[in-house]
């Protein structure tokens, strides 16, 4: 039988090109959002699929909707572009290519303990520091097919600071033999700015400065070391904030026992008004229910004024561990309603994440309300707010690599952020996974 050979040409940006040609056993891809790094890596799965015929190698991502929405799509994207013959079976996450009877797995990495079985030729894995080390270690160990023509571990990431991926393929000290990483420049994907030149502009609006740094260009920064809410500055601060009747209140909770905290609070415009807090020690969520009641009553009459017989609306917000039961086994959220159930005089809507996001998600979508990039600050505090300012001023992160805040050193910090974070982040997210295939 004979074999007919085609070259395909594949058109590459000067650091896709460099990521290609590394000899590496174990090479990565750095570089910031838009530059092409999904494309790259699927293009050297390709390659390592061709490399290796009859041979099974493995694609992973951090979580199964971005390997689905993002990193297959890339995949399937280019096959159709270049009229390469392929199959899928959704049920097994399984691509075959029929010409080289390759065949590539499509794999989320979250549970990495259920990687261990399969005799790879390759892996390659989209967004590796989002990934656990230990996913990676354990797919290397699987990298090991006598079939293989040329083994190959490969990796594509955005920069995350100074973590297990930096320390393994970049820093000067710990870099580990044989491993090689490509830095791709901001500004580079030429493809990405022909569609939208505006595009790292409107990136600037979305992020905090630090974060802008590192996602939209590139940079290895501590982002998550030392102080957390680093945004903030007294230009947040408003000494004549004033309660604007057209709208109605944001009631943000924290359900710590001790402190029980909350902020009061209007979303205007894709700006938040922080007008008060509530800072209550060795309380309940009926206790913070009457205090709120004192306090908003005066915006209610305010509100009144202005809409003749109308009900103050008030959206309340708050982490979903709000769902869970409490010892009086009702929810907090259902004792709140419970509470404002025949009080005519407000309109109450409850609005609260079915999960919580991860807390570096949440912090960087406060800080970039603080001050984005731009220079623009959405977030207006007034100064009697005075222990969310310490918040603001003192919250650090925990050392532990593991993107946790220091709630040890002073018990009377976070919660007050903490709450103003999930009215945040229920009107005014940002993520940094919201990504795009340019083959959607």
Not at 311 to 340: C, M, N
Request: charged residues 25%; hydrophobic residues 35%; glycine residues 6%.
């Amino acid at each position: 039988m004979m074999v007919h050979k085609r070259k395909i040409q594949i058109p590459a940006l000067p650091s896709q090109q460099r990521f290609f040609a590394s000899s590496a056993f174990t090479k990565g891809f750095s570089g910031p959002v838009g530059s092409g790094k999904t494309y790259a890596l699927c293009c050297e799965a390709l390659q390592c699929a061709a490399r290796n015929p009859g041979c099974v190698g493995l694609i992973g991502a951090p979580t199964y909707p971005m390997l689905r929405d993002v990193t297959l799509t890339t995949m399937v994207g280019i096959l159709e572009e270049k009229q390469i013959p392929f199959s899928y079976l959704k049920q097994e996450n399984v691509l075959t290519l029929p010409r080289s009877k390759s065949k590539i797995l499509f794999r989320s990495l979250e549970r990495f303990e259920h990687l261990r079985g399969p005799n790879l030729a390759w892996v390659g894995v989209d967004e590796l520091t989002y990934c656990q080390p230990e996913a990676w270690t354990r797919l290397e160990a699987r990298v090991r097919d006598p079939k293989a023509s040329r083994h190959q571990m490969f990796a594509v990431w955005t920069p995350k600071g100074y973590d297990w991926v930096y320390k393994r393929f970049i820093s000067p000290q710990e870099k580990l033999p044989g491993h090689e990483a490509i830095l791709a420049a901001p500004g580079e994907n030429i493809v990405v700015l022909a569609k939208r030149p505006d595009y790292y502009e409107q990136l600037k609006s979305s992020y905090d400065d630090l974060f802008y740094q590192q996602e939209a260009l590139g940079q290895y920064l501590n982002v998550y070391s030392g102080r957390v809410y680093h945004a903030y500055s007294e230009a947040n601060q408003v000494p004549d904030l004033r309660y604007a009747p057209e709208a109605g209140l944001c009631w943000a909770l924290d359900f710590n026992v001790d402190p029980m905290t909350a902020v009061i609070a209007q979303h205007l415009n894709g700006k938040i008004h922080v007008l008060e807090e509530i800072f209550l020690r060795n309380s309940d969520t009926i206790t913070m229910c009457e205090r709120f009641e004192q306090c908003a009553d005066r915006y209610r009459q305010v509100y009144q004024a202005a809409n003749p017989g109308q009900p103050l609306p008030v959206i309340v917000y708050g982490d979903a561990t709000g769902q869970a039961r409490s010892t009086s086994s009702k929810t907090d959220y259902e004792l709140i309603r419970e509470f404002f159930r025949g009080k005519a005089q407000f309109q109450l809507q409850i609005d609260h994440p079915r999960a919580n996001p991860r807390v570096k998600d949440r912090v960087n979508s406060v800080n970039a309300m603080l001050k984005n990039a731009s220079g623009r600050r959405r977030i207006h505090v007034h100064p009697g707010c005075k222990e969310l300012i310490t918040d603001f001023y003192e919250v650090s992160w925990k050392q532990s690599g593991q993107f946790e805040l220091d709630k040890a050193t002073d018990k009377k910090r976070t919660h007050l952020s903490d709450a103003l974070g999930y009215l945040v982040w229920q009107v005014e997210p940002i993520d940094a996974f919201h990504r795009e295939s340019i083959y959607n």
